[in-house]
């Protein structure tokens, strides 16, 4: 006698399990067949009815046990609702299924075997003998002891349980193209063929209002089952062509109402669309079929149409008023669905073509730049926060900056994209990376407070930042992090590993102790590699986070000298995330050049009197030999003049004075112990001073100040 396990002692699915169990026979030929006898015996699976009740005609409930190597061992499929399947023990369960779905639903089998978890009630098709298809709700189970392998229960879909499981199905995806094929699929328990056009707009994600005036452009979305098309046949992806487009918009636009039409045999379908182009583009075959078309119509005033559903069937089996009532009710309960995907895919386009404008485009003549941005999964509800930028100072030094915003979607978009503009522009200004880290975290507070963060449903706290910045004639890079990950430095000399930069709370941590950001300088000789990323390149559920940064390091120490760096990066990302992660994959490589030791000089001269004619003469010596025209010559040597004349009279201390030739160029640079902001004002006609910053104004491409551990640096560039 079969004992009932209690559910003390057993999840709800063990009972499911075992009362599967007990319905699939124990005798017979069938139930005998194992693995071992499983090539050779071809005998049908099913079972003779063993009470009045076996063979009633409103049994819909069948069962299939299977082995580890999911072969069938037993089944149930004794309802008449089941007829014409051609099930043998010893056979693949998946011969059961229509080819395209073998993949899906064989990785589905084997997560149960693997993981022990059931996988309950999702749509499936099964096909019979004469190529037709059964819809079914299919659950997988761990088989019940003292049977090993799964137990899958196959429920036959009624009209009206189809329908609320069809549009559970439909609403768990925000992919449009995903919400389309899972409606499509849905419609085929009405039809032979399937097809979902939408409107181009909201394919794209862009809005549609009203009744639109102009040209109607409709492309395909989804089509099942998946087989091979005659040639011209329209498939996802395609277009519709115009006058195909045109008809269809009209058809269900009659009397200025969304209306379902029907077209009930082959002939009648070639003489509305007219074109035999147009015929071979819409009509899925040779053989006489008729035609329903049913709107996507979106609730609204006035109704707003998305696109067109388009179910062929076999014209000897027309479709009947209760059929179409069922499949507009379908269509109309997912309509929605397929308008929030659309709002998605919009969101999602804009999201990430700010990602995508944020990421850097090419370094300059001392550094060189790549980067690489993986979106999440489209699961994930929208890309995440990560950005990364990289731009030349105007001081002749390079910033990189990499961060990530906390959440996913235009919230976490806004708040990168501000952030990144902030931090560029606070950088450019001439401020620290600790001081621009201090700007970031009161704005990061600021976002979050009661008007505009939690009441908002979004909270940016905790994001993180890391700013490193590259001087080209040092060869030095200084660092500053809120929160972020180190960056990885890779020497020429072969050391190699993430540089040591003492953790921060990330941004807008309140409640933690607050701490100044901490400045950090490494060196960073010609031909150094800097990997800047984020979390989701190193995490793995297998590793701890030092040991995903230590096969970072590893995978980066890999890249030649002679590589190209955008390659470089690329196989960089695609080693360590080969698949699609649930976070955001964010990577720049930059590989530091520097100016060559022939084109910078340094000087430093006490803070006297005759310190402006000094500087002028190191100067004039050094512009001789770099052969610049007299002209620029004398607009740099009074800019020396005017700027070291400054330094002497307004700050103490020794003045270091340091000329580069960039690019088209000359970068002039005078720093002293000051922490005074020169500011250029409104001299009067007859003032005695005040006409300094004037002069470099006039003599100059872009000027400005940036501050330092001692002092400040006033720079200047002079085109040659």
Same mark, same amino acid.
């Given at each position: 006698?079969?004992?009932?396990?209690?559910? =003390?002692?057993?999840?709800?699915?063990?009972?499911?399990?075992?009362?599967?169990?007990?319905?699939?026979?124990?005798?017979?030929?069938?139930?005998?067949?194992?693995?071992?006898?499983?090539?050779?015996?071809?005998?049908?699976?099913?079972?003779?009815?063993?009470?009045?009740?076996?063979?009633?005609?409103?049994?819909?409930?069948?069962?299939?046990?299977?082995?580890?190597?999911?072969?069938?061992?037993?089944?149930?499929?004794?309802?008449?609702?089941?007829?014409?399947?051609?099930?043998?023990?010893? =056979?693949?369960?998946?011969?059961?299924?229509?080819?395209?779905?073998?993949?899906?639903?064989?990785?589905?089998?084997?997560?149960?075997?693997?993981?022990?978890?059931?996988?309950?009630?999702?749509?499936?098709?099964?096909?019979?003998? $004469?190529?037709?298809?059964?819809?079914?709700?299919?659950?997988?189970?761990?088989?019940?002891?003292?049977?090993?392998?799964?137990?899958?229960?196959?429920?036959?879909?009624?009209?009206?349980?189809?329908?609320?499981?069809?549009?559970?199905?439909?609403?768990?995806?925000?992919?449009?193209?995903?919400?389309?094929?899972?409606?499509?699929?849905?419609?085929?328990?009405?039809?032979?063929?399937?097809?979902?056009?939408?409107?181009?707009?909201?394919?794209?994600?862009?809005?549609?209002?009203?009744?639109?005036?102009?040209?109607?452009?409709?492309?395909?979305?989804?089509?099942?089952?998946?087989?091979?098309?005659?040639?011209?046949?329209?498939?996802?992806?395609?277009?519709?062509?115009?006058?195909?487009?045109?008809?269809?918009?009209?058809?269900?636009?009659?009397?200025?109402?969304?209306?379902?039409?029907?077209?009930? $045999?082959? $002939?009648?379908?070639?003489?509305?669309?007219?074109?035999?182009?147009?015929?071979?583009?819409?009509?899925?075959?040779?053989?006489?079929?008729?035609?329903?078309?049913?709107?996507?119509?979106?609730?609204?005033?006035?109704?707003?149409?998305?696109?067109?559903?388009?179910?062929?069937?076999?014209?000897?089996?027309?479709?009947?008023?209760?059929?179409?009532?069922?499949?507009?009710?379908?269509?109309?309960?997912?309509?929605?669905?397929?308008?929030?995907?659309?709002?998605?895919?919009?969101?999602?386009?804009?999201?990430?073509?700010?990602?995508?404008?944020?990421?850097?485009?090419?370094?300059?003549?001392?550094?060189?730049?790549?980067?690489?941005?993986?979106?999440?999964?489209?699961?994930?509800?929208?890309?995440?926060?990560?950005?990364?930028?990289?731009?030349?100072?105007?001081?002749?030094?390079?910033?990189?900056?990499?961060?990530?915003?906390?959440?996913?979607?235009?919230?976490?978009?806004? +708040?990168?994209?501000?952030?990144?503009?902030?931090?560029?522009?606070?950088?450019?200004?001439?401020?620290?990376?600790?001081?621009?880290?201090?700007?970031?975290?009161?704005?990061?507070?600021?976002?979050?407070?009661?008007?505009?963060?939690?009441?908002?449903?979004?909270?940016?706290?905790?994001?993180?930042?890391?700013?490193?910045?590259?001087?080209?004639?040092?060869?030095?890079?200084?660092?500053?992090?809120?929160?972020?990950?180190?960056?990885?430095?890779? !020497?020429?000399?072969?050391?190699?590993?993430?540089?040591?930069?003492?953790?921060?709370?990330?941004?807008?941590?309140?409640?933690?102790?607050?701490?100044?950001?901490?400045?950090?300088?490494?060196?960073?000789?010609?031909?150094?590699?800097?990997?800047?990323?984020?979390?989701?390149?190193?995490?793995?559920?297998?590793?701890?986070?030092?040991?995903?940064?230590?096969?970072?390091?590893? +995978?980066?120490?890999?890249?030649?000298?002679?590589?190209?760096?955008?390659?470089?990066?690329?196989?960089?990302?695609?080693?360590?995330?080969?698949?699609?992660?649930?976070?955001?994959? !964010?990577?720049?490589?930059?590989?530091?050049?520097?100016?060559?030791?022939?084109?910078?000089? +340094?000087?430093?001269?006490?803070?006297?009197?005759?310190?402006?004619?000094?500087?002028?003469?190191?100067?004039?010596?050094?512009?001789? !030999?770099?052969?610049?025209?007299?002209?620029?010559?004398?607009?740099?040597?009074?800019?020396?003049?005017?700027?070291?004349?400054?330094?002497?009279?307004?700050?103490?201390?020794?003045?270091?004075?340091?000329?580069?030739?960039?690019?088209?160029?000359?970068?002039?640079?005078?720093?002293?112990?000051?922490?005074?902001?020169?500011?250029?004002?409104?001299?009067?006609?007859?003032?005695?001073?005040?006409?300094?910053?004037?002069?470099?104004?006039?003599?100059?491409?872009?000027?400005?100040?940036?501050?330092?551990?001692?002092?400040?640096?006033?720079?200047?560039?002079?085109?040659?």
């Amino acid at each position: 006698m079969d004992s009932t396990p209690s559910p =003390s002692s057993s999840s709800v699915f063990d009972l499911v399990s075992s009362a599967l169990g007990r319905y699939i026979p124990r005798g017979g030929a069938a139930a005998a067949v194992g693995p071992a006898g499983a090539q050779g015996d071809r005998t049908n699976c099913r079972r003779v009815s063993d009470g009045p009740s076996g063979g009633r005609q409103d049994q819909i409930l069948g069962a299939v046990n299977m082995d580890r190597d999911l072969r069938i061992t037993r089944c149930n499929l004794e309802a008449p609702v089941f007829a014409g399947l051609e099930v043998v023990a010893g =056979s693949p369960f998946v011969d059961l299924l229509p080819p395209g779905d073998v993949p899906t639903v064989t990785r589905r089998l084997r997560q149960v075997l693997e993981t022990g978890e059931a996988h309950v009630a999702r749509i499936q098709r099964l096909r019979r003998g $004469d190529g037709s298809e059964l819809v079914v709700s299919m659950s997988i189970l761990p088989a019940a002891p003292p049977h090993e392998g799964l137990t899958v229960s196959l429920i036959a879909m009624a009209r009206r349980l189809h329908l609320y499981a069809a549009e559970t199905a439909i609403g768990t995806s925000l992919d449009i193209g995903e919400t389309a094929q899972s409606l499509a699929q849905s419609l085929l328990a009405w039809g032979d063929v399937a097809a979902v056009d939408l409107d181009f707009t909201v394919w794209t994600g862009e809005g549609v209002t009203g009744q639109r005036q102009g040209r109607i452009r409709l492309r395909r979305a989804a089509l099942v089952p998946d087989r091979a098309w005659p040639e011209g046949y329209v498939t996802p992806g395609d277009d519709l062509p115009g006058d195909a487009s045109r008809l269809l918009a009209q058809a269900i636009r009659r009397d200025d109402a969304p209306q379902t039409i029907v077209i009930p $045999d082959r $002939d009648a379908v070639e003489r509305v669309l007219g074109s035999p182009r147009v015929v071979r583009a819409l009509v899925p075959g040779e053989r006489s079929a008729a035609l329903a078309c049913v709107p996507l119509v979106l609730d609204s005033e006035p109704p707003v149409v998305l696109g067109v559903a388009e179910i062929w069937r076999r014209a000897d089996a027309p479709f009947h008023d209760s059929e179409l009532f069922d499949l507009q009710e379908l269509v109309a309960r997912t309509a929605h669905h397929v308008d929030l995907a659309r709002q998605h895919q919009r969101e999602h386009t804009q999201v990430l073509a700010l990602q995508r404008r944020l990421l850097p485009r090419s370094g300059g003549d001392t550094i060189e730049i790549a980067s690489v941005y993986q979106p999440a999964t489209p699961d994930s509800a929208g890309v995440g926060g990560d950005w990364v930028n990289s731009f030349p100072l105007p001081d002749g030094r390079t910033a990189l900056v990499v961060g990530d915003v906390v959440g996913h979607g235009l919230g976490a978009a806004a +708040t990168m994209g501000q952030l990144s503009m902030e931090a560029r522009a606070l950088l450019s200004a001439g401020l620290a990376p600790d001081e621009v880290l201090e700007h970031l975290d009161e704005t990061v507070t600021l976002l979050d407070d009661t008007e505009s963060g939690l009441t908002a449903g979004y909270s940016a706290l905790g994001s993180t930042c890391c700013i490193a910045l590259y001087d080209p004639v040092s060869h030095q890079v200084v660092v500053s992090s809120a929160g972020h990950l180190p960056p990885v430095l890779i !020497t020429p000399d072969g050391q190699a590993g993430p540089l040591p930069v003492r953790p921060h709370p990330g941004l807008g941590a309140e409640f933690a102790l607050r701490e100044p950001f901490d400045v950090h300088t490494f060196g960073a000789p010609p031909g150094s590699l800097l990997a800047l990323f984020t979390d989701g390149l190193v995490e793995d559920r297998a590793l701890s986070i030092d040991e995903g940064i230590a096969r970072l390091t590893d +995978t980066v120490s890999g890249v030649h000298p002679w590589d190209s760096l955008q390659q470089a990066a690329r196989h960089v990302v695609s080693s360590l995330a080969p698949v699609r992660q649930r976070d955001d994959v !964010t990577l720049l490589l930059a590989r530091m050049i520097g100016y060559r030791k022939g084109d910078t000089a +340094t000087w430093r001269l006490p803070a006297r009197d005759d310190a402006p004619a000094r500087a002028r003469a190191h100067v004039s010596a050094l512009l001789r !030999t770099w052969r610049t025209r007299a002209g620029t010559r004398d607009d740099v040597l009074l800019l020396v003049s005017e700027l070291v004349t400054n330094a002497v009279r307004f700050a103490a201390g020794p003045v270091t004075v340091r000329l580069i030739r960039a690019g088209h160029g000359l970068l002039c640079e005078v720093g002293d112990t000051g922490n005074g902001r020169p500011n250029l004002g409104r001299g009067g006609l007859l003032d005695d001073g005040g006409r300094g910053l004037h002069v470099v104004h006039r003599l100059t491409t872009r000027w400005g100040v940036r501050w330092t551990d001692t002092g400040k640096v006033v720079w200047a560039e002079v085109a040659r």
